[in-house]
């Protein structure tokens, strides 16, 4: 574009900047003259180089990678990456990779698709790139483009839990949710676990927040190998 600054002055950054500010990333959602502002965000570009039709060859992609590894390195705590293109979603998840073994022939590009990773890295979001080929030929419409970021958005703010219950029989359930008072209701109206149901009224009795939903499994399984007296005191502490 003609500022040589990523989505800054071309439409692509317009379609950007609306959808960051729609949810909340960016101060406004005009891009078009300046850099805008972000909040909790950042943008960067996998290839740093503009090759001719946008067409990078895998020489130039490699020779980009230290420096998205430096970049993602210096945002250690990032819990989403939305990577536009195929390109973007193959450079990101072979950096990562580096650090924690993925197994990418998994982890095909496909938009909307959320990706959570192994314990340590962020969740990456595939989406469509907002370019006009993409964007006037309708291969990607403001409602698709919308609901990746609105996906994207809920899975940064999103919080796991593990909660254990004892139903009405005396038995102990022990489960993850992103919402212990929406499971509450679930599980009283009848509509939580299948081992919960038939066991009468159902209570949850120790809740637990977990950084991520793997973190959320893993204390779920814990829990579920401990004696019933050792849940007990659990539930106690």
Same mark, same amino acid.
């Given at each position: 574009?003609?500022?040589?600054?990523?989505f800054?002055?071309?439409?692509?950054?317009?379609?950007?900047?609306?959808?960051?500010?729609r949810?909340?990333?960016? /101060?406004?959602?005009?891009?078009?003259? @300046?850099? *805008?502002?972000?909040? &909790? %965000?950042?943008?960067?570009? $996998?290839?740093?180089? =503009?090759?001719?039709?946008?067409?990078?060859?895998?020489?130039?992609?490699?020779?980009?990678?230290?420096?998205? /590894?430096?970049?993602?390195?210096?945002? @250690?705590? *990032?819990?989403v990456? &939305? %990577?536009?293109?195929r390109? $973007?979603?193959d450079? =990101?998840?072979?950096?990562?990779?580096?650090?924690?073994?993925?197994?990418?022939?998994?982890r095909?590009?496909?938009?909307?698709?959320v990706?959570?990773?192994?314990?340590?890295?962020?969740? &990456?979001?595939?989406?469509?790139?907002?370019?006009?080929?993409?964007?006037?030929?309708?291969?990607?419409?403001?409602?698709?483009?919308?609901?990746?970021?609105?996906?994207?958005?809920?899975?940064?703010?999103?919080?796991?839990?593990?909660?254990?219950?004892?139903?009405?029989?005396?038995?102990?359930?022990?489960g993850?949710?992103?919402?212990?008072?929406?499971?509450?209701?679930?599980?009283?109206?009848?509509?939580?676990?299948?081992?919960?149901?038939?066991?009468?009224?159902?209570?949850?009795?120790?809740?637990?927040?977990?950084?991520?939903?793997?973190?959320?499994?893993?204390?779920?399984?814990?829990?579920?190998?401990?004696?019933?007296?050792?849940?007990?005191?659990?539930?106690?502490?």
């Amino acid at each position: 574009n003609r500022t040589g600054i990523p989505f800054c002055g071309d439409d692509s950054g317009d379609w950007l900047w609306e959808a960051l500010h729609r949810e909340g990333f960016a /101060e406004t959602n005009r891009g078009r003259d @300046a850099v *805008v502002p972000l909040r &909790v %965000a950042a943008v960067t570009n $996998a290839v740093k180089c =503009v090759p001719p039709a946008n067409k990078p060859l895998a020489s130039e992609i490699t020779n980009c990678r230290a420096h998205l /590894e430096a970049e993602l390195a210096a945002f @250690a705590s *990032v819990r989403v990456i &939305v %990577a536009l293109g195929r390109i $973007a979603h193959d450079a =990101v998840l072979r950096t990562l990779a580096l650090r924690e073994t993925i197994d990418l022939r998994r982890r095909s590009f496909s938009h909307g698709r959320v990706h959570r990773l192994p314990e340590g890295l962020p969740m &990456v979001v595939d989406s469509f790139h907002p370019s006009p080929l993409n964007t006037r030929t309708g291969r990607l419409s403001k409602a698709q483009w919308r609901r990746v970021w609105a996906k994207a958005a809920a899975l940064v703010s999103e919080r796991w839990f593990v909660y254990i219950a004892r139903c009405g029989d005396g038995s102990l359930y022990t489960g993850i949710t992103t919402d212990p008072d929406r499971r509450r209701a679930e599980h009283a109206s009848g509509k939580g676990a299948a081992y919960t149901r038939g066991r009468g009224r159902i209570r949850i009795v120790h809740v637990e927040e977990a950084p991520s939903k793997g973190a959320a499994l893993s204390r779920e399984f814990a829990i579920k190998q401990l004696s019933r007296p050792r849940k007990l005191d659990l539930i106690q502490t």
